[in-house]
């Protein structure tokens, strides 16, 4: 019994996590495109 909570404790983390880290992906995504997109509007 003990052993399912701890299983479902650690995966509602680890989705927090995953969840924190696309976010993050994104928002590198994202500025980077934007980068690339001003860089080629001034060429």
Do not use: A, G, H, P
């Not at 399912?4 to 680890?14: C, D, F, G, T």
């Not at 995953?18 to 997109?37: A, D, E, K, R």
Request: aromatic share 14%.
């Amino acid at each position: 019994m003990l052993n399912i909570y701890l299983i479902e404790k650690n995966s509602k983390r680890l989705s927090l996590l995953m969840l924190c880290v696309n976010y993050y992906s994104i928002q590198i995504l994202y500025s980077f495109l934007s980068q690339n997109v001003l860089t080629l509007f001034q060429n």
